[in-house]
T-cell receptor
Framework: GIQVEQSPPDLILQEGANSTLRCNFS?????LQWFHQNPWGQLINLFY???GTKQNGRLSATTVATERYSLLYISSSQTTDSGVYFC???????????FGTGTRLKVLA | DAGVIQSPRHEVTEMGQEVTLRCKPI?????LFWYRQTMMRGLELLIY????????DSGMPEDRFSAKMPNASFSTLKIQPSEPRDSAVYFC???????????FGEGSWLTVV
């Protein structure tokens, strides 16, 4: 099956710092989404981004499907950004989203 | 919109008991997913429904697990009999279509002792 690898696995930032999270996948995908799981366990969709670049406030994401990776940028990080960031990919024709192992982010005040 | 609603939020049960988890998807969404999250295996897709029909249940771990979607606004995931290794957070999620943003419920935290 398709492999989804995220890096780094863990990240500690000082408030105000910027960061880049990476998602690599091993096969062609139809769709890709980024999620944030907050410390209370809620999974929130950040971006639906099968290709191209999108921005939402301090967050932006870029997917280069031909090179099988996606990047999530967090600028001016805040303590509320803490949690685990997952990318999920849907392999062509399967309708199944496979989740990566996540990047655990901790932002210090 | 109320979002995806799951119940119960927390359940502690004894090994061998039947567990039923419930989900109400977002109104108008025609795709529904059940996921399980554990430390060891991360987020795993258990089953996917489209227009109330199970499309892919290859992630259902074994016969003890079953899922139904009798109508567009309700789905259940049942474990019978439950075992301690079933302890996990079970998420229900829905989307408007096959290739749309997925919205997750808050999860049902299951502990089997």
């Amino acid at each position: 099956g398709i492999q989804v690898e995220q890096s780094p696995p863990d990240l500690i930032l000082q408030e105000g710092a910027n960061s880049t999270l990476r998602c690599n996948f091993s096969d062609s995908v139809n769709n890709l989404q980024w999620f944030h799981q907050n410390p209370w366990g809620q999974l929130i969709n950040l971006f639906y981004i099968p290709s191209g670049t999108k921005q939402n406030g301090r967050l932006s994401a870029t997917t280069v499907a031909t090179e099988r990776y996606s990047l999530l940028y967090i600028s001016s990080s805040q303590t509320t950004d803490s949690g685990v960031y997952f990318c999920a990919v849907e392999r062509r024709g399967t309708y199944k989203y496979i989740f990566g192992t996540g990047t655990r982010l901790k932002v210090l005040a | 919109d109320a979002g995806v609603i799951q119940s119960p939020r927390h359940e502690v049960t004894e090994m061998g008991q039947e567990v039923t988890l419930r989900c109400k998807p977002i109104s108008g969404h025609n795709s529904l997913f059940w996921y399980r999250q554990t430390m060891m295996r991360g987020l795993e897709l258990l089953i996917y429904f489209n227009n109330n029909v199970p499309i892919d249940d290859s992630g259902m771990p074994e016969d003890r697990f079953s899922a139904k979607m009798p109508n567009a606004s309700f789905s259940t995931l049942k474990i019978q009999p439950s075992e301690p290794r079933d302890s996990a957070v079970y998420f229900c999620a829905s989307s408007l279509g096959d290739w749309d943003t997925i919205y997750f419920g808050e999860g049902s935290w299951l502990t089997v002792v």
